[in-house]
């Protein structure tokens, strides 16, 4: 069992920076794939970025290629999404999740967090 809590959402013009932070705790933490989702209102929740247990494999979603940048601390347990050049449609509530398999769909995700607010404004 894994718990994960996501922190540095928040307020930021379009243009600009934010640094998520998802701390996991559970002595099998560092053994999970990481992902990161966000959910839009009104919309699905979707795929953002994922890395595996000892980062050498990561994958994008399109949308935020070249942009954002998943790692993770294993020494932390924990997992960073640097999002750069954010766009008002980056807007949504972001979640990390963990999960054993390599893996880009919400139902192979068994551990979520609480979920935390990014807003751009244009």
């Known amino acids: 069992q894994v718990q994960l809590g996501e922190s540095g959402g928040g307020l930021v013009q379009a243009g600009g920076s934010l640094r998520l932070s998802c701390a996991a705790s559970?002595?099998?933490?560092?053994?999970?794939?990481m992902g990161w989702f966000r959910q839009a209102p009104g919309k699905e929740r979707e795929f953002v970025a994922r890395?595996?247990?000892?980062?050498?494999?990561?994958d994008y979603a399109d949308s935020v290629k070249g942009r954002f940048t998943i790692s993770r601390d294993n020494a932390k347990n924990t997992v960073y999404l640097q999002m750069n050049s954010l766009k008002p449609e980056d807007t949504a509530v972001y979640y990390c999740?963990?999960?054993?398999?390599?893996?880009?769909?919400?139902?192979?995700?068994?551990?979520w967090g609480q979920g935390t607010q990014v807003t751009v404004s244009s």
């Open positions: 999740a963990a999960t054993f398999i390599r893996s880009m769909n919400v139902p192979d995700y068994r551990h």
């Open positions: 559970g002595r099998t933490a560092s053994s999970y794939a």
């Open positions: 890395i595996s247990w000892s980062g050498a494999s990561i």
